[in-house]
Antibody, heavy 125, light 107 residues
Framework: EVQLVESGGGLAQPGRSLTLSCAAS????????MHWVRQVPGKGLEWVAG????????GYADSVKGRFTISRDNAKNSLYLQMNSLRVEDTASYYC??????????????????WGKGTTVTVSS | EILMTQSPATLSVSPGERATLSCRAN??????VVWYQQKPGQAPRLLIY???NRAAGVPTRFGGSGSGTEFTLTISSLQSEDFAVYYC?????????FGPGTKVDIK
């Protein structure tokens, strides 16, 4: 079964750090790009960061750039999100998502086809 | 960054009726739009990729159309399990922005 399981969420004070992990199983982890997406309770989805299969291409939302670091360990089938200088507005559920890819002549189609259940981060003093 | 907007914010529909959800990008994104469905307490579910392609296992009542800056998700005959929030997302450029969502609720 294809599965993503996030962990590492919890309560942190503003300015502190937290590291999220995502354990992948059921697919060849090192074949796929991976992403973090967050959601404030009752609000919409916000893409946070993404990393390609070999960590050669990484991107961040402007809201977290310079504070968060995405990384992966293909040997451990794991994705990480190091969150520094946390702010109250970082409070959200954080989802790990696998990027799928379909290639047809002339077109590359990307999408997030597998999602974890999420881990909750609360930033509060 | 590319800004995605969705309308309406809430759509009230009776079971069996057709629902039409709109998504707009503030610059052209070609066909690089994906639609997701999210139910309360659940992770999002992939519905449509490449603006028009149904993902595996998605019922044929879901259809996507559009290109450039204007996109539409159509649910031809709403079933009880379709009442949810629907998000569009673009992957033309990083960051991979989502729209704010359209909530489809029961009329």
């Amino acid at each position: 079964e294809v599965q993503l399981v996030e962990s590492g969420g919890g309560l942190a004070q503003p300015g502190r750090s937290l590291t999220l992990s995502c354990a992948a199983s059921g697919f060849r982890f090192d074949d796929y790009a991976m992403h973090w997406v967050r959601q404030v309770p009752g609000k919409g989805l916000e893409w946070v960061a993404g990393i390609n299969w070999n960590s050669g291409s990484i991107g961040y939302a402007d809201s977290v750039k310079g504070r968060f670091t995405i990384s992966r360990d293909n040997a451990k089938n794991s994705l990480y999100l190091q969150m520094n200088s946390l702010r109250v507005e970082d409070t959200a559920s954080y989802y790990c998502a696998k990027e799928g890819l379909v290639v047809v002549p002339g077109h590359y189609f990307y999408y997030f086809d597998v999602w974890g259940k999420g881990t909750t981060v609360t930033v509060s003093s | 960054e590319i800004l995605m907007t969705q309308s309406p914010a809430t759509l009230s529909v009776s079971p069996g009726e057709r629902a039409t959800l709109s998504c707009r990008a503030n610059e052209t994104v070609g066909s690089t739009v994906v639609w997701y469905q999210q139910k309360p307490g659940q992770a999002p579910r992939l519905l449509i990729y490449g603006a028009t392609n149904r993902a595996a296992g998605v019922p044929t009542r879901f259809g996507g159309s559009g290109s450039g800056t204007e996109f539409t998700l159509t649910i031809s005959s709403l079933q009880s399990e379709d009442f949810a929030v629907y998000y569009c997302q673009q992957y033309s450029k990083w960051p991979r922005t989502f729209g704010p969502g359209t909530k489809v609720d029961i009329k």
